[in-house]
């Protein structure tokens, strides 16, 4: 299977009986995918040495012919590429399916039962579509690293021929300089993730044992101070692991349009009560900004630390500049940074006329907890989670700087290019309580968490039932219980929750998910991760966002 080295994702059917392979086709070609019908076996072995996504085969259509070219062809299969065939079969067991014993030799087989409804072809053409990407991604990552091994290996080679002594040296202390610097790094994050956690937890841990010990002696007066103190170290540390995510690129981003200058008008209070008196706040806003693309909120979050940072830098009073603009960056630009793409971006930018930063400063600003500010007074993850929020987005930061003159921080967003959503009128505020014996699938296998979500559904009069996985939860949705509202771990073990819900949606397809994370790669960017009528929250969450979204999602 040499030939596949393109990336075609397109289906090829082979159903010489009846009209199966043309109304597959017919279903396929209304959901937006591509597909072509073979004839026979050796005409499905030449479609394939082109290029597919995957394969919909009937069960007949394995019988009687010779089979060892296609198993041949599945056998050489580059180690990136696991093909997905979906095997179409009849009603009944092997007796009725004696096809069904090639599910081995052939590999990746997913088997779909006859008569089929159209959301069960496209449900499993979708899911082996998505796994066949990632399997073109896994093999455009191999070549890149194939390619840069050979570069790499060719310029050694030319350098041991011209200097092999001299290219051994300047080897050994590359070596040594990388891994000095690795370790340097390594020891300023976790030595800052330590402190700031070790102070958290002080304040969590002291004032649950205050606590107990209060309760324990009958004495109940001031017991909110100590709930407080405990909430405010417990918040404390969700948000340091938000900054950390965010520097490595890792928090769930729910991007949308965004109108920057509004953004900036309705922070201006806030700004404001961000700086002393002495600091003067100008806004300099294009009038004919264009719209960004972003987390509104991860946006707030930018601007409220650029202009805190800016504060800082002028102890003695000066002019803050809070300014916006268009610009269009080119090719011979972007080249020079990673995931930026030439293009229109907005741009935000907070400009001080403080003290200003030496070269060599600049060069770590965006190092994870390096901080110029005095013991106490900063983590050092400002700038470090503006700089993963940006590249998340697909933008870009630059930092201009002079000492004695001042800084400038520009923040680089994609801008929006299609249709601006249209306003609706808000819904009437519901109770939070359950008024029609709501039902939720709780799906989580940290057991406390999912205590903590079933305690706070009951108290609000909410039915529930639980399940530890996605295995175990599977049964509940093919039953007869009934469900109103999937709530699910994302980072399940084994099947995880996105995968759960794909199949809550094929047994119940009006099915709603609200789904909850603490960390996962696929869900860093909400757009490609959620259909509609799905929602997430991220961990930590309070109670009562929890609540709001349940009633949000049994209300809509």
């Known amino acids: ?44 072995c030449a479609e394939l040495q082109q290029g597919a996504g995957l394969l919909l085969i009937s069960s007949e259509a394995l019988l009687g012919g010779d089979l060892e070219p296609l198993i041949r062809l599945i056998e050489q299969q580059p180690a990136w590429s696991d093909l997905p065939i979906v095997l179409m079969t009849h009603h009944g067991g092997p007796q009725q399916n004696p096809a069904s014993r090639f599910g081995p030799q052939l590999g990746n087989v997913t088997f779909l039962e006859r008569p089929f409804h159209p959301v069960t072809l496209i449900s499993l053409v979708t899911t082996a579509l998505r796994g066949r990407r990632r399997q073109y991604e896994a093999r455009d990552r191999l070549i890149d690293l194939s390619q840069s091994e050979l570069r790499l290996q060719n310029t050694l080679e030319t350098l041991e021929q011209q200097v092999e002594e001299r290219t051994a040296q300047l080897h050994h202390n590359e070596e040594a300089l990388r891994q000095s610097q690795k370790m340097e790094a390594v020891g300023q994050l976790t030595g800052g993730i330590a402190h700031d956690f070790n102070n958290m937890l002080t304040g969590i841990i002291g004032s649950l044992e205050l606590l107990r010990r209060r309760l ?41 349009p965004v ?99 030496p070269q060599s400063i600049i060069n770590r600003v965006f190092d994870p907890f390096f901080t110029t500010k005095p013991i ?13 929020f940006s590249k998340q987005s697909g933008g870009h930061v630059a930092i201009h700087s002079k000492v004695g003159e001042g800084t400038t921080v520009s923040l680089f967003l994609p801008r929006f290019g299609g249709d601006l959503p249209q306003d609706h009128p808000q819904d009437l505020v519901h109770s939070p309580f359950a008024s029609n014996g709501e039902t939720v699938l709780i799906v989580e296998d940290d057991p406390a968490v999912r205590v903590l979500v079933s305690t706070v559904l009951s108290d609000l009069g909410y039915a529930f039932v639980e399940a530890c996985d996605g295995d175990s939860a599977v049964p509940i949705l093919d039953s007869a219980q009934r469900i109103d509202l999937l709530i699910s771990d994302v980072g399940l073990p084994g099947m995880n929750g996105r995968q759960l819900a794909e199949i809550g949606r094929q047994l119940r397809p009006e099915l709603r998910v609200l789904f909850i994370t603490g960390y996962a790669e696929h869900a860093a960017v909400r757009g490609g991760f959620l259909d509609p009528g799905m929602q997430m929250i991220t961990k930590p969450f309070t109670f009562d966002l929890l609540t709001a979204k349940v009633r949000e999602m049994l209300s809509a």
């Open 259 to 357: 109108e920057m200058n509004t953004l900036v008008i309705s922070m201006d209070e806030l700004l404001q009560r961000s700086i002393n008196e002495s600091i003067r706040l100008d806004m300099q806003l294009d009038e004919q900004l264009w719209v960004a693309k972003a987390d509104p909120n991860q946006l707030e979050s930018a601007l409220l630390n650029l202009v805190i940072n800016a504060r800082d830098a002028m102890p003695n009073g000066g002019r803050l500049v809070v300014s916006t603009s268009n610009q269009h960056l080119e090719l011979d630009f972007t080249q020079a940074h990673s995931n930026l793409d030439a293009g229109d971006y907005v741009v935000l930018s907070v400009t001080d006329t403080g003290c200003g930063m």
């Open 216 to 256: 324990a002696r009958g004495r109940m007066e001031d017991l909110d101070s100590l709930i407080d103190l405990g909430v405010t170290s417990a918040n404390r540390a969700a948000g340091l692991t938000h900054r950390l995510l965010a520097f490595s690129r890792r928090q769930s981003l729910d991007s949308k």
């Open 1 to 44: 299977m040499t030939a596949m080295q393109a990336t075609p994702e397109r289906a090829i059917i082979l159903a010489p009986r009846g009209r199966d392979s043309q109304l597959a086709l017919m279903m396929l070609n209304e959901a937006g995918f591509h597909g072509v019908i073979s004839r026979d076996l050796p005409g499905l």
């Open 376 to 388: 106490g007074q900063g983590t050092g993850l400002g700038l470090s989670m503006i700089y993963g």
